[in-house]
């Protein structure tokens, strides 16, 4: 059987729906592309199943035919199913309020992620595809040293935008772009075994605004009660 992680509490009604949807949030035993939807299901009290699978099980759900593209993460809302993280993450960012109040705030929001999407892309995907440890630690010393510099960099000016980057990211509240960027550094320093302020040590406005959210009450919860890597 897959191990189902449930998820229970209230959430903020005034971002309901008339009658809340059941949510099933199916990916690996790993947090990966399916950690973000879990950080905001966990940081608005929605309720989800956190069904992970793995080896025959999840062999038997690719052939089934459930899954729309063949992969995983998915989300089954109401037995309907959407797949990729993107769309995901988008969907329950716009069901619990974390997008933003304007179309500005919408968009800006959208730059993050599709910016993180970018960077991610260049150490993620390469390192879980390489099998060999010493081009594994090339992969790592290259992006440390030349790719994620600059990242870093743009970030910085792009949060100290906003009110000078003592906030957030997106207006004056938090939404899914804050949750990224913190899911991000917080996968990054979890598997180069780099702690996350010294990733930053040049940025310390981004430093801050992760450490804000890794504060957050409902976010630490999660950290505190979430399986290991």
């Known amino acids: 059987r897959p191990l189902v992680l449930a998820q229970t509490a209230s959430y903020a009604a005034s971002h309901r729906p008339a009658a809340m949807p059941t949510y099933k949030l199916t990916y690996f035993p790993v ?3 399916a950690e973000l939807a879990r950080i905001i299901f966990n ?10 699978v793995k080896g025959e ?9 459930k899954t729309p593209f063949g992969q995983l993460p998915m989300l089954e809302v109401d037995g309907k199913v959407i797949s990729t993280s993107a769309a995901i993450v988008g969907y329950i960012s716009e069901v619990t309020g974390l997008v933003g109040d304007t179309p500005m705030e919408r968009a800006r929001g959208t730059m993050m992620a599709d910016a993180l999407t970018d960077v991610s892309s260049a150490i993620f995907i390469k390192l879980f595809t390489e099998k060999d ?3 594994k630690a090339e992969i790592v010393k290259n992006f440390l040293e030349n790719v ?7 970030f910085e000016t792009f949060l100290k935008q906003n009110g000078g980057g003592d906030g957030w ?6 939404t899914y772009a804050d949750l990224a960027v913190f899911n991000f550094f917080d996968q990054l320093s979890s598997i180069v075994k780099k702690d996350a302020n010294e990733l930053l040590s040049k940025a310390p406005k981004l430093a801050s605004l992760c450490q804000r959210v ?3 009450p ?7 009660k979430r399986p290991p890597p």
């Open 214 to 216: 890794k504060a957050l």
């Open 43 to 52: 940081y608005t009290d929605t309720p989800f199943e956190d069904i992970r």
């Open 57 to 65: 099980e999840w062999q038997q759900l690719k052939a089934s035919g």
């Open 169 to 174: 990211f997106v207006g004056s509240k938090v």
């Open 133 to 135: 440890d010493s081009k």
């Open 31 to 33: 947090r990966g592309r």
């Open 148 to 154: 994620l510099p600059p990242w870093v960099e743009k």
């Open 218 to 224: 409902k976010v630490a919860a999660y950290l505190e």
